[in-house]
C-alpha cells in the first residue's frame, strides 16, 4: 500500500494550465515570428502597452503585468527600443520612474500581429462555449489576482 497522496483536483488544474499554456505559446510564438518578427512575449509587451491609457505604462507595471522582475523587463524592452517599436520616457516629477511607451510604428505592427493572435485563439477555442469561456476567464482572473483595475 503506496502512503503517497491522491492528485488533488487543484494539482491537475495546475498541470493542465501549465501543458495549456506551453501548447498556446508554442503555436503563437510560431506564428507571430514567422509572419510578423515578433515572439509571443513582445506581443505582450505590445498589447499591455496598447491597452494602457495613453499607450505607456510605468515599466515596473509592465512588469507586473507580465510576471518579470524590473530586470527581466528591462531585457525584453531593449531589442523593441532598438527597433522603434517601444519608447522610454521619463517622469519629469520623479526620475526613478520609467515609462514604457508604444511608438507610431509599434501600434501598426500591434495591430496586424493582434489579427494573427486572435485568429490562433479563436482556432484553439472554437469548441468551448462563450459560457464556459466566461466561466474560465473568472477562474483565471482568480488564480492570477486580477481584477478589472488591473487587466
Known sequence: MSDAPLPSTSLELCLRLTRAYAVLTRRLDNKLSSVHG???SDFMVLH?????EGARLRRI???ERMGLTASGVTRTLLPLEKIGLVGRESDPRDARVGYATLTPAGQELHGYALASAEAIC????????????????????QLAGINLSNA
Open 38 to 40: 515578433l515572439s509571443f
Open 48 to 52: 499591455s502597452l496598447s491597452r494602457a
Open 61 to 63: 507595471d509592465l512588469a
Open 122 to 141: 479563436r482556432e484553439a477555442t472554437q469548441a468551448v462555449s462563450e459560457e464556459q469561456l466566461a466561466s474560465v476567464l473568472e477562474l483565471l482572473g
